[in-house]
């Protein structure tokens, strides 16, 4: 484990370095898109070398980053609306807005590295939303992901969480932040699902430093539990403005999000 993150996070430095030069497959958004080629893939039940991978959270958990990507591995993509399964392209289906998605370049890398064959990248994350949002107005969309997952006999195998922008600029203390987790982790596993549930250190938005970083951060790591089994997950901050769309500084671009999917791959294991 230790040796895998310090890979990643070596090369994080790297692509952030490059400038881009090792996006293939990528791309980007200016003018209106149309909508990408859906080819349809068994959704099979996982087998021991498969990672089937919920993705909730705000902007950049969902497909908010300014270049698209295709997979180019044996990586699906499960659509809640529909119960099925997907070759992953960006934009995913599940989240909102048209770009691109950390998932699909996650599951490449996963696959890349050797440790899964497989993997299904399943996303309900909403863009701008609070972490009482996401416990709330827009909950329906993760227990709809949920319950088409069962369905489709589809076992999540990580929960990835990745929020915390919206709130550092808000007033949401530490306590407030922590319960809310802990909440939403309770909810998932009142429908079953176990897999653990990592959570990013995530407040970076923009080119100013938001008023509640810290008791957001703080309120991150706190939120670790065992008994509910939610661990620590990257520190997306770490991705500067060489990763970030240029008109925002906020949401990612290509090579910001490559690197935020290296990141969080360091913390997936079988």
């Known amino acids: 484990?230790?040796?895998?993150?310090?890979?990643?996070?070596?090369?994080?430095?790297?692509?952030?370095?490059?400038?881009?030069?090792?996006?293939?497959?990528?791309?980007?958004?200016?003018?209106?898109?149309?909508?990408?080629?859906?080819?349809?893939?068994?959704?099979?039940?996982?087998?021991?070398?498969?990672?089937?991978?919920?993705?909730?959270?705000?902007?950049?958990?969902?497909?908010?980053?300014?270049?698209?990507?295709?997979?180019?591995?044996?990586?699906?993509?499960?659509?809640?609306?529909?119960?099925?399964?997907?070759?992953?392209?960006?934009?995913?289906?599940?989240?909102?807005?048209?770009g691109g998605h950390v998932g699909t370049r996650l599951g490449d890398l996963l696959i890349e590295s050797g440790r899964y064959q497989r993997v299904v990248i399943a996303t309900a994350s909403k863009g701008g939303a609070s972490i009482e949002a996401l416990n709330t107005t827009h909950v329906r969309r993760l227990d709809k992901l949920i319950a088409q997952l069962k369905t489709a006999g589809l076992q999540p195998t990580h929960i990835l969480f990745q929020q915390g922008e919206t709130d550092a600029q808000l007033a949401t203390t530490t306590e407030e932040y922590v319960s809310q987790v802990h909440r939403l982790v309770g909810r998932i596993r009142a429908a079953g699902i176990a897999a653990p549930f990592f959570v990013s250190q995530s407040t970076r938005c923009g080119r100013d430093t938001p008023v509640n970083v810290a008791a957001i951060r703080k309120a991150q790591l706190l939120a670790v539990d065992a008994a509910l089994d939610i661990r620590r997950g990257p520190d997306t901050d770490a991705i500067g403005n060489e990763g970030r769309d240029a008109r925002d500084g906020c949401h990612m671009n290509g090579i910001g999000t490559l690197a935020n999917a290296a990141l969080w791959a360091a913390f997936i294991q079988p």
């Open 1 to 98: 484990m230790k040796r895998w993150v310090g890979w990643a996070l070596l090369g994080v430095g790297i692509l952030i370095g490059v400038a881009g030069t090792r996006i293939g497959g990528g791309v980007r958004l200016g003018s209106p898109l149309p909508a990408p080629e859906r080819r349809d893939r068994p959704c099979e039940p996982g087998s021991p070398g498969t990672a089937i991978i919920v993705i909730y959270g705000q902007s950049n958990a969902a497909n908010f980053g300014s270049q698209r990507y295709q997979a180019r591995h044996a990586v699906d993509n499960f659509d809640p609306a529909s119960g099925k399964c997907f070759a992953a392209v960006d934009p995913l289906l599940g989240a909102d807005s048209i």
